[in-house]
């Protein structure tokens, strides 16, 4: 007797969710490039510019509220009744550089991009980023006018679809790094087995049918990428290398304005990035990128690894006994889902204690002491494990729904 209800409630709120999507912003898409700079002790944002293309693929419903809080987060705000239009929360490099020895006694700087759906009339556009402890460390508030003369039309894009579940599917992009003209078979070989890959463990398994994912390749000068530790330099098409932060094994790419050229039209609200390379290591940046080697032969658990970063904000769960503190203070509950400081844990999975499949397991988020992972072993603290755990999985399961489904 209450199925009848339920769909109508159902059909009613994304009636709903789709009028406000109309109501305040077109079916295009807005990019906003920004510079992210400072020190450990201070930040600072830059706008660089606008531009703006046809088609919107994130989601046009749960919009006024982030699905995660993040380290920083993007509003699109109406400017006179300050209403929220749309949110979405972000990690970035800016920030894990922060937290090194090189941000005690020098100042840098780094893009970022983001892409939000283009309003109707003039917004206020706030980033925000937060510190360790939750609180507000820097904000840039400019207007968007989408009238604006000067902001650039991006023409459209050729990509290649490798799998397609509709037009209110979860877009991934894949684009290459360090393969040559020769090479470009091999990077769509790579591309399917990442697809490949993703698809192959659980829960992305019992949801494959949420997920499209297209390829865009770009041509890179030399094969491979650069290994600063190994004093090896590439031309390559986003510059990426390996020793970030002095770490052999963290791959990554400051190039985030040239990546989303490359991008350009494509439906993107997740990029992986696929390095032509079999030297292990990688990346993964909440709402930001995933990057992987292409040839190692950890491939597929990396790429699921690291892709459970960026697309449900999911911590490390192993620890360094040189970082036992100061990344996740005592007194603040940790925004990722899967590592808990107990300041709030009700917050967390203490309502899946009682099923008796995860526990409190001290050490997490690369902190011998004073965080918590939920169980001993999980795909987000050693290769050698499989599967996702129960919290884990649970974290991806409601970043889809929150994705798809208006009711969420």
Not at 5 to 14: E, M, Q, R
Not at 57 to 80: C, F, M, T, Y
Not at 236 to 258: K, P, V
Not at 259 to 282: C, W
């Amino acid at each position: 007797m209450k199925t009848v209800p339920f769909i109508i409630a159902i059909f009613l709120s994304a009636t709903l969710s789709a009028q406000s999507f109309q109501a305040h912003f077109t079916d295009s898409t807005l990019r906003l490039d920004y510079v992210f700079c400072g020190n450990a002790s201070h930040s600072a944002i830059f706008f660089r510019e606008a531009s703006v293309f046809s088609g919107w693929a994130g989601r046009k419903h749960n919009l006024g509220e982030p699905a995660l809080r993040g380290n920083g987060q993007i509003r699109v705000k109406d400017p006179s009744s300050g209403e929220t239009l749309y949110v979405n929360s972000f990690s970035s490099l800016f920030q894990e550089w922060q937290s090194t020895e090189e941000a005690q006694k020098l100042d840098k700087a780094f893009e970022n991009t983001f892409l939000v759906p283009c309003p109707r009339h003039p917004v206020r556009i706030e980033v925000v980023l937060f510190d360790n402890r939750a609180r507000q460390s820097c904000i840039i508030a400019h207007t968007i006018d989408p009238r604006d003369i000067l902001i650039r039309s991006v023409a459209p894009t050729e990509s290649t679809v490798l799998k397609d579940s509709g037009k209110d599917a979860i877009d991934i992009v894949i684009v290459s790094e360090g393969y040559t003209a020769r090479e470009k078979s091999k990077f769509y070989d790579d591309a399917l087995r990442a697809v490949q890959a993703l698809f192959s463990h659980e829960p992305f398994t019992s949801v494959r049918d949420k997920f499209s994912v297209r390829a865009v390749f770009s041509t890179s000068e030399h094969s491979g990428v650069s290994v600063p530790g190994k004093g090896e330099w590439k031309n390559t098409t986003l510059h990426s290398n390996f020793d970030t932060f002095y770490s052999s094994r963290y791959l990554t790419t400051s190039y985030i304005w040239g990546l989303y050229d490359i991008i350009g039209t494509t439906p993107a609200e997740h990029v992986i990035v696929i390095a032509n390379t079999p030297q292990y290591g990688g990346g993964g940046i909440f709402n930001n990128i995933t990057l992987v080697t292409s040839d190692h032969p950890t491939f597929a658990r990396v790429l699921v690894h690291e892709f459970g970063h960026a697309f449900a904000g999911l911590a490390d769960e192993y620890a360094y006994d040189e970082m036992a503190e100061t990344v996740y203070p005592a007194d603040t509950e940790p925004w990722e889902p899967n590592i808990t400081t107990q300041a709030d844990f009700a917050s967390k999975w203490a309502d899946m204690l009682k099923d008796g499949t995860v526990g409190l397991y001290e050490g997490g988020g690369n902190q011998t002491k004073g965080v918590w992972r939920p169980v001993p072993d999980c795909r987000m603290r050693t290769n050698t494990y499989p599967d996702f755990c129960p919290v884990c999985t649970r974290a991806i399961l409601r970043t889809v729904e929150y994705s798809v489904t208006p009711t969420y």
